[in-house]
Each structure stands twice: as structure tokens, then as C-alpha cells.
């Protein structure tokens, strides 16, 4: 399991080679803001729900500081359904993240914003 800087996952989403990128944090901290098309799965549901990247090429995790998401990735990439994927956990988390951050309402609405990333 590696880690990726912030700045790479910005490049790969730009240049459209977009991996997945799974948010393991709480539903309501995901609503307050996410990088732009982020997956939602919270660390205690992943175990449960690996099973939705069996088709995944790349996966990023992400967390507040990107300490969680180092666990997050190993558990993703002993999964034999993503034993192809390459799994990063993103280093330093949703704080060293200085890309777009994207909010939604409770209704699935998103909004963009510029703002720093929310925990």
C-alpha cells in the first residue's frame, strides 16, 4: 500500500484518469464537503462494502489527516475482489487538500466551493 500526494490526485482528476476515490469518513462529514465525486464509504461500513470497487483500476482513500485511510487501503487491497487495483491512501488527508471541494444538502443536491476541506 502506497501513499499519493494530494497534488497527484488533483492531476489524475484533471487529466480525467480519475481514480475512485472513497471518503471513509461519516455521512454527515461527507455532506459538509468532498472532493468532487468521491464515494462515501464510512470505515466501519468498508468491510461490508468492499465489494462495491471489485471494479475499481485505482482507489485513493481519503480522511481527515490520512491516517485512517492508510488503514482503510490495507483493508481495501487485502479484498481479493481489488487484488488488481492500485490502492493509495492520500497523504495528509482532506487537510492538505487544496483542490475543489464539493458540498451536498441532505436532498443529494451538490454545490462547489472554493473552501477549505471541512471535517
Known amino acids: 500500500m502506497d501513499e499519493i500526494s494530494p497534488g497527484s490526485v488533483?492531476?489524475?482528476?484533471?487529466?480525467?484518469?480519475?481514480?475512485?476515490?472513497v471518503?471513509?469518513?461519516n455521512p454527515a462529514a461527507f455532506r459538509r464537503?468532498?472532493?468532487?465525486?468521491?464515494?462515501?464509504?464510512?470505515?466501519?461500513?468498508?468491510?461490508?462494502?468492499?465489494?462495491?470497487?471489485?471494479d475499481a483500476d485505482h482507489v485513493v482513500t481519503v480522511c481527515p489527516h490520512g491516517k485512517?485511510?492508510?488503514?482503510?487501503a490495507k483493508l481495501i487491497e487485502s479484498y481479493e475482489g481489488t487484488a488488481d487495483a492500485t490502492v493509495e491512501s492520500m497523504a495528509g488527508g482532506l487537510s492538505a487538500w487544496?483542490?475543489?471541494?464539493?458540498?451536498?444538502?441532505?436532498?443529494?443536491r451538490s454545490e462547489p466551493d472554493e473552501g477549505p476541506a471541512p471535517f
Open 10 to 21: 488533483a492531476e489524475l482528476l484533471a487529466d480525467g484518469a480519475a481514480p475512485t476515490v
Open 23 to 25: 471518503d471513509i469518513r
Open 33 to 54: 464537503g468532498h472532493i468532487p465525486g468521491s464515494l462515501n464509504l464510512p470505515f466501519g461500513q468498508l468491510p461490508d462494502r468492499v465489494a462495491e470497487l471489485a
Open 68 to 72: 485512517s485511510s492508510v488503514q482503510a
Open 98 to 108: 487544496d483542490g475543489p471541494i464539493e458540498s451536498g444538502s441532505d436532498d443529494g
